[in-house]
């Protein structure tokens, strides 16, 4: 079945570095997103994106955040510079249309800051 | 292959009666969780299970390790209840990856 792939499965890094997290999302899937969970706290929706654009974004998503998916190769997260807080588990996801709820979710790609 | 089959896809139940959702798994998983995607479109837990079953106001969850399936049941379904349910499973393997159901479109009518 479909598959979405996030590279790397875990990431450590230090404080004030920029890190960038991949996604391969399902090939002919249209729309993607990233979630943000906290160990022991909720998965919270960051972004979703949409030909080449931000479609939604949460308070989650601050100002060091950025996406994009040049050239239809990977989906990406960048964070630049990292803080301690940004430590946790990364999840992109992505949906064959905006008005199919069903989302494909990757395994997730821990990003620990030291 | 696929680790995890979420059905149904999509449900209507009309206000007041109930249904059941399912995740069935191809592997050992060691923990369940259950997810409702808020307006926002965040993922809210709704259950956590290692074993066992657990109950929420009208929301009541299964997980079977053994058996490899989880179900979440909901009764006297609300207005409210509609959205999409996710499952998630922690694989038994020391891979300390998440495998996620693709969502359950639920519609409540009136």
């Known amino acids: 079945g479909p598959k979405v792939l996030q590279i790397p499965s875990h990431q450590i890094i230090d404080m004030g570095q920029m890190v960038t997290l991949n996604c391969d999302p399902v090939s002919n899937h249209l729309y993607f997103y990233w979630y943000k969970q906290i160990l022991g706290q909720q998965m919270e929706f960051l972004v979703n994106f949409y030909n080449g654009k931000v479609m939604e974004k949460s308070k989650l998503f601050k100002d060091q955040f950025s996406v994009e998916r040049p050239d239809g190769s990977y989906f990406t997260l960048k964070i630049q510079p990292t803080a301690l807080e940004d430590s946790a588990v990364y999840f992109c996801?992505?949906?064959?249309?905006?008005?199919?709820?069903?989302?494909?979710f990757g395994h997730g790609t821990k990003l620990s800051v030291l | 292959g696929d680790q995890v089959e979420q059905s149904p896809s999509a449900l209507s139940l009309h206000e007041g009666t109930g249904s059941a959702l399912r995740c069935n798994f191809t592997?050992?998983?060691?923990?369940v969780q259950w997810f409702r995607k808020n307006s926002r479109g965040s993922l809210i837990n709704l259950f956590y299970l290692a074993s066992g079953t657990k109950e929420n106001g009208r929301l009541k969850s299964a997980f079977d390790s053994k058996e490899r399936y989880s179900t979440l049941h909901i009764r006297d379904a609300q207005l409210e209840d509609s959205g999409t349910y996710f499952c998630a499973a922690d694989p038994s393997s020391n891979t300390n990856k998440v495998v996620f159901g693709t969502g359950t479109r639920l519609q409540v009518l009136p």
């Open positions: 592997t050992t998983m060691r923990a």
């Open positions: 996801a992505s949906s064959p249309g905006f008005s199919n709820e069903r989302l494909f």
